[in-house]
């Protein structure tokens, strides 16, 4: 069965600092997508970052990059320069490409982050 | 682009009434739609799959008959909670995709509260 495990329900780190959030996955699959969703105070699910199986090369989008070891089936999340706006709920999501528009999203447990002024 | 709306976005009603809540895909034709349910401080939990104009592929332990989902055209589902009672009480949202994007996006959301 395909698992997300997100080890740290909480985490906290101070304004402009740099904090790494947590996820390892379970598969036999190979053609798979990785993403990090947020999920601030309102709610709305916000796509932070995606990682495809296939390409080596990690994944960055300004402030937020990620470190993807596939032989050790770990995805880890690392926000640099933390400002108040990041604080909410992380979840770490993957995906099996079946080839279609039904592939599931399975989800972690989450991680709240709270930013310190 | 892929914007994801959702209606209404907070609902109160009495137990025994049914709730329809309506997702829609506005810049986009969505060929599947997915509903999920998050209690507070939970991750979300996928209840099921929605493709246009067929039935939808619920998750095991989802009730089909409580939560009757409607795949009506690419760019609208519906969830319909019927005989709603206090424990239906919770978050639900859904999301789309597009043929041939492996991603999701996501309503906003709807808070349902039964009384």
């Known amino acids: 069965a395909q698992t997300v495990t997100q080890s740290q329900p909480e985490m906290s780190v101070q304004e402009a600092e740099t904090v790494t959030l947590s996820c390892t996955y379970d598969?036999?699959?190979?053609?798979?997508?990785l993403f990090w969703y947020k999920q601030p105070p309102s709610r709305q699910m916000i796509l932070v970052i995606r990682q495809e199986a296939y390409k080596q090369q990690n994944a960055t989008e300004n402030r937020f990059s990620v470190n993807f070891q596939k032989a050790a089936k770990s995805f880890s999340l690392k926000i640099s320069d933390s400002q108040l706006g990041d604080a909410a709920m992380y979840f770490c999501a993957y995906l099996i490409n079946y080839g279609g528009a039904t592939n599931k999203l399975i989800f972690g447990t989450g991680t709240l982050l709270a930013v310190q002024p | 682009g892929a914007v994801v709306s959702q209606h209404p976005s907070w609902v109160i009603c009495k137990s025994g009434t049914s709730v329809k809540i309506e997702c829609r895909s506005l810049?986009?034709?969505?060929?599947?739609m997915f509903w999920y349910r998050q209690f507070p401080k939970q991750s979300l939990m996928l209840m099921a799959t929605s493709n246009e104009g067929s039935k939808a592929t619920y998750e095991q332990g989802v009730e089909k008959d409580k939560f009757l989902i409607n795949h009506a055209s690419l760019t609208l589902s519906t969830l319909t909670v019927t005989s709603a009672h206090p424990e239906d009480s919770s978050f639900y949202i859904c999301?789309?995709?597009?043929?041939?994007?492996?991603?999701?996006?996501f309503g906003p959301g709807t808070r349902l509260t039964v009384l």
């Open positions: 810049d986009f034709q969505a060929t599947t």
């Open positions: 598969t036999s699959e190979s053609d798979y997508y």
């Open positions: 999301s789309a995709t597009r043929p041939r994007y492996n991603e999701q996006f």
